[in-house]
DNA sequence: TTGTGGTGT
């Protein structure tokens, strides 16, 4: 008899089980629709759901298909002219001269002279440039949407492309047969097979180009697949789109070979951005496989150390930190014609840049030459539609999406000091940041306060720097009359246009999950984890894994303890069990172990991981999640300007997407471990990251892109105005931004930089004549960049062996130097890196990064020395002199991290020198026990108390000496 | 005397 069977029954206020079953059977991606609950255990008759359309008719080429081609001409022709003006102009324009209409009809007229004939001629003349030979004459062949003559026509009245799931859903809830029949489906079966690709020599084997064929019929079956045509209309239409495509309707790998053909191409590159480096590595892997081309070609991705795209290529995936960093050297982004932003709804900082950045372009530098896709979970399409509004939704209405846009902004809001009150929905619409005499007010005073305290920097003249005045042009004439008779018709008609937005929902491919609430509230979220696991382990059918998501390493490692010890009383009848943890830290070799099958067959996975298998890892196999409703999260303090991390209620999204993880192989089911009266309660969608976290880094990223203006920049939630404040101070003080607020000459080196402003300033610290010790400071730089790189002992009997194999590396300066002995050992060892990783107890994954890392730093610092040698092993012995130097270049970019000793007696306690808190020297650090005068800390972390990880030893006039003015003071 | 969610340049 498993222990937990009793346990749940007491849980329970009224006896029963700790669940109520909830009484809706959601679907995913249709909350709204309950359905009577079945028996648990019963198997739902239904077939694998696929949000298919209902028959579409194929028609022969109408009339409006020829306008729309017309359009589309007229379209190119359009860029091209533009194009040819700006080449035109521009060498005259340096000249200081104005080019004349007249001249610049002639240009015009002998550019299309110069073509074959027709007004066509520059579209045609790009297309050879390209050499690509897909697209190689006109009109262009859809090689590989051979449905592209089928008839979804997005201005077919009638027909509500903004809600394409709606009156298909019996499709939608599982009945293929209705779309495989469907007389769309077998007109495009019925369509010659794709033109061969002619022109340039044949660059592709056939091979490719086989599977591209076999992939095709798996591309056919992605629910957004009919909706082509409606996406390209969209686009035509309108230069943004934002997309809500569920999971799994195949909108990545679609949407750019989808675009490809589009005449407003012109022959530039479509970028797809990610937040993560692996998504966009698999999605080049598989667009490049369904177009049958070699990966990197014209097809490729851009990740931070891994860059296989060309000239060729014309859809690129990149992640959206690379698109930033692109902008620092094409601020315009000249090269792309259309930026998609997938997974714009995780709200990430780069994204929020990024889409902050396309706003501007879209309707200011690039208007009129540059698309831009949003795709986004339901949550925030609104959010996204309303920023992205020319005139940010103002008297414009989403029919059947936004009704009563007023009404539900009145919603109240919990906690005042703590809720960011620009977070609300209400706030992002806002068209520059509102700034009443109140808020005016306080911030004279913050100013004042600052004056007294600090001496000198007036913060709130960084903030009101330049403020270019915000452009204000009229919403462009939609191309498509159809367009305009939808918006004229005041919404009697649906289309998918939400002023200068166009708006498309497309349905996604999950199976249906059942809720389960706990009846009352749950004190202990890991006991009743433990009691659940069993609970469904004994109660419900093979195949089908559990995901128990958590909130760290901690709490994993326990409960897997505490599983493991009550799995061995399981009968011999009964499953096993498989437990595995997984968490970001965990070695790659253990997480990979989540994606393999269980090692016996009548076993069964219990996977317990954080909050990195919500969005970073799919697990395979899963049909049941446990959710506690928790996760930690960052939080910025910009009152004591530090970060923390805290265990904070998830979001509804967050929970939705976790029980999502149920879904994705059959119909699934979730156990949240709270009431679904707390459920209602939470907040709708996480906290973007933007408004969590220090936002010094990206302030310095707007400061180097051009933009002055970083308070009244298009956030789409704008940070609180303390955070900038802070962020602003931060990179005054290290002389990244000058007294006018303008980012000074070092601070556009510490933007190109890879590293955190401080990191960055201590880089280009060393690299002056008189620290001199730059390929040591990059060393000690990249080594502090990577996590984990000294992991804890993997048991207690090894910890001695493990000190003996570091003690080598220990010096009395500290830990910053002790990692430089480290890189110098290895460097010289001359042994295989991973052999030299195991004997030192040195993380080999984190070692690999060190030196990619390290490698790229010694390529950006070599334009700025010239003689510098990077050879470790010819290098100077760390004379306590070098070391030093060291430590005074740290200085630069950390003299706000420093502690002096505290009272007497008390050996690891130091008082920081700004603000005079408490702080201790972490125990893993060499200088924990040891008395300094004073330390330089890389990180201060609170767990369990507050403590300063990687300190080093250093001299308090050292510490004066490296500040600037204002700090001076304080030591 | 510790051991922090997840990303990214």
């Known amino acids: 008899m498993p222990p937990f069977a009793d346990g749940l029954t007491k849980a329970s206020p009224k006896g029963g089980n700790v669940f109520s079953l909830s009484s809706k059977k959601k679907r995913a991606s249709e909350k709204e629709k309950p359905k009577p609950l079945k028996g648990i255990l019963k198997k739902p008759a239904q077939q694998p759901p696929q949000n298919s359309p209902s028959a579409e008719e194929a028609k022969p080429l109408s009339n409006r298909e020829r306008k729309r081609q017309e359009r589309a001409k007229a379209w190119a022709a359009k860029i091209a002219e533009r194009e040819a003006a700006e080449a035109a102009a521009s060498p005259k324009k340096a000249a200081g001269e104005q080019m004349t209409d007249i001249e610049f009809l002639q240009r015009k007229r002998a550019r299309q002279e110069a073509g074959s004939g027709g007004g066509n001629a520059n579209q045609k003349k790009r297309r050879k440039e390209e050499s690509f030979p897909l697209l190689d004459g006109a009109p262009a062949p859809r090689v590989f949407s051979p449905n592209s003559t089928s008839a979804t026509e997005s201005n077919d009245p009638?027909?509500?492309?903004?809600?394409?799931?709606?009156?298909?859903?019996?499709?939608?809830?599982?009945?293929?047969?209705?779309?495989?029949?469907?007389?769309?489906?077998?007109?495009?079966?019925?369509?010659?097979?794709?033109?061969?690709?002619?022109?340039?020599?044949?660059?592709?084997?056939?091979?490719?180009?086989?599977?591209?064929?076999?992939?095709?019929?798996?591309?056919?079956?992605?629910?957004?697949?009919?909706?082509?045509?409606?996406?390209?209309?969209?686009?035509?239409?309108?230069?943004?789109?934002?997309?809500?495509?569920?999971?799994?309707?195949?909108?990545s790998t679609q949407i750019g070979q989808f675009l490809v053909d589009e005449p407003w191409r012109a022959g530039r590159c479509i970028a797809i951005t990610q937040p993560r480096k692996v998504a966009a590595v698999n999605l080049a892997r598989r667009v490049a496989a369904e177009m049958g081309v070699r990966l990197g070609e014209e097809v490729g991705y851009n990740v931070r150390f891994d860059n296989r795209s060309s000239d060729k290529t014309i859809i690129k995936f990149l992640t959206d930190g690379m698109l930033l960093q692109e902008m620092l050297a094409d601020p315009k982004l000249k090269r792309y014609s259309c930026v998609v932003v997938d997974e714009a709804h995780e709200r990430t900082v780069g994204t929020d840049l990024v889409m902050g950045f396309l706003r501007k372009l879209v309707y200011g530098e690039r208007r009129g030459s540059l698309k831009v896709v949003i795709m986004s979970a339901t949550m925030e399409v609104k959010t996204m539609a309303r920023f992205f509004e020319e005139n940010r939704g103002e008297g414009v209405i989403i029919p059947g999406l936004m009704p009563e846009a007023?009404?539900?902004?009145?919603?109240?809001?919990?906690?005042?000091?703590?809720?960011?009150?620009?977070?609300?929905?209400?706030?992002?619409?806002?068209?520059?940041?509102?700034?009443?005499?109140?808020?005016?007010?306080?911030?004279?005073?913050?100013?004042?306060?600052?004056?007294?305290?600090?001496?000198?920097?007036?913060?709130?003249?960084l903030i009101r720097s330049p403020s270019p005045i915000p452009?204000?042009?009229?919403?462009?004439?939609?191309?498509?009359?159809?367009?305009?008779?939808?918006?004229?018709?005041?919404?009697?008609?649906?289309?998918?246009?939400?002023?200068?937005?166009?708006l498309l929902i497309v349905p996604g491919r999950q199976y249906p999950v059942e809720s389960l609430h706990a009846a009352a509230p749950v004190q202990d979220y890991i006991d009743i984890s433990f009691r659940t696991v069993f609970q469904i382990h004994c109660t419900h059918p093979m195949p089908g894994d559990i995901l128990v998501f958590l909130t760290g390493q901690d709490e994993i490692e326990n409960l897997k303890k505490t599983i493991l010890e009550h799995a061995a009383a399981l009968t011999k009848e009964m499953p096993q069990m498989h437990v595995l943890p997984l968490y970001a830290a965990l070695p790659f070799a253990q997480q990979n172990k989540v994606f393999l099958p269980a090692p016996q067959k009548n076993m069964r996975k219990v996977i317990l991981c954080t909050n990195i298998a919500e969005t970073s890892v799919t697990v395979p196999g899963v049909r049941y999640v446990v959710d506690c409703g928790k996760a930690k999260l960052k939080q910025f303090r910009p009152k004591l300007g530090l970060e923390s991390l805290l265990v904070t209620p998830i979001s509804q999204s967050s929970a939705l997407q976790r029980r999502g993880r149920a879904g994705r192989e059959g119909p699934g089911k979730c156990w949240h471990l709270y009431t679904e009266d707390a459920f209602n309660e939470l907040a709708q969608v996480t906290k973007p990251e933007i408004l969590r976290t220090d936002v010094s880094n990206a302030i310095l990223i707007l400061k180097a892109r051009g933009h002055d203006d970083v308070v009244n920049f298009d956030y789409l939630s704008p940070p609180k105005l303390e955070s900038l404040q802070k962020a602003l101070e931060q990179l005054y003080?290290?002389?990244?931004?000058?007294?006018?607020?303008?980012?000074?000459?070092?601070?556009?080196?510490?933007?190109?930089?890879?590293?955190?402003?401080?990191?960055?300033?201590?880089?280009?610290?060393?690299?002056?004549?008189?620290?001199?010790?730059?390929?040591e400071v990059v060393d000690v730089v990249a080594a502090l960049s990577v996590d984990n790189l000294l992991?804890?002992?993997?048991?207690?009997?090894?910890?001695?062996?493990?000190?003996?194999?570091r003690q080598r590396f220990r010096r009395a300066e500290g830990d910053h130097i002790m990692l430089l002995e480290l890189v110098r050992s290895f460097d010289s060892s001359g042994e295989k890196l991973k052999g030299w990783c195991e004997a030192h107890f040195v993380s080999h994954y984190a070692m690999k990064t060190f030196i990619d890392i390290r490698a790229q730093l010694r390529t950006y610092?070599?334009?700025?020395?010239?003689?510098?040698?990077?050879?470790?092993?010819?290098?100077?012995?760390?004379?306590?002199?070098?070391?030093?130097?060291?430590?005074?270049?740290?200085?630069?970019?950390?003299?706000?991290?420093?502690?002096?000793?505290g009272p007497e007696g008390r050996l690891g306690e130091y008082l920081t020198v700004l603000g005079h808190q408490n702080v201790n020297v972490h125990p893993a650090s060499i200088l924990f026990g040891k008395r300094k005068e004073a330390i330089v800390y890389h990180e201060y972390v609170f767990t369990t108390k507050p403590f300063a990880r990687w300190c080093s030893a250093v001299q308090l006039d050292w510490v004066a000496e490296a500040s600037p003015g204002w700090v001076k003071g304080e030591v």
């Open 158 to 251: 009638g027909v509500n492309p903004m809600f394409l799931n709606k009156g298909k859903e019996k499709g939608a809830t599982g009945n293929p047969g209705a779309s495989q029949n469907s007389r769309a489906d077998s007109a495009r079966a019925a369509m010659p097979p794709p033109p061969k690709p002619v022109g340039p020599p044949q660059v592709h084997s056939a091979q490719l180009r086989r599977h591209a064929l076999e992939l095709e019929k798996s591309r056919q079956k992605l629910p957004i697949y009919p909706h082509a045509d409606t996406l390209r209309q969209c686009l035509r239409d309108r230069h943004v789109l934002v997309m809500m495509g569920e999971t799994g309707s195949g909108k």
């Open 791 to 805: 992991p804890p002992p993997p048991s207690e009997e090894l910890r001695e062996q493990m000190e003996e194999a």
């Open 733 to 775: 003080s290290l002389g990244a931004l000058g007294n006018d607020g303008k980012i000074t000459p070092l601070g556009k080196k510490m933007a190109k930089l890879p590293l955190a402003p401080p990191l960055a300033r201590v880089l280009l610290a060393a690299a002056d004549k008189d620290m001199n010790c730059l390929p």
């Open 471 to 502: 452009e204000r042009i009229k919403t462009p004439e939609p191309t498509s009359a159809a367009g305009f008779e939808a918006e004229r018709s005041g919404g009697k008609m649906f289309f998918p246009y939400f002023g200068t937005v166009a």
């Open 406 to 461: 007023s009404k539900e902004e009145s919603t109240p809001e919990a906690k005042e000091e703590e809720s960011t009150p620009e977070f609300k929905e209400e706030s992002v619409g806002s068209e520059t940041r509102p700034t009443p005499p109140e808020t005016d007010k306080k911030a004279k005073r913050k100013k004042k306060k600052k004056k007294k305290n600090k001496g000198g920097i007036d913060t709130m003249k």
């Open 861 to 901: 610092c070599s334009s700025l020395l010239s003689s510098t040698t990077w050879d470790s092993a010819a290098a100077e012995t760390i004379s306590p002199d070098l070391a030093e130097r060291v430590l005074k270049a740290f200085l630069k970019g950390f003299f706000h991290q420093t502690a002096r000793a």
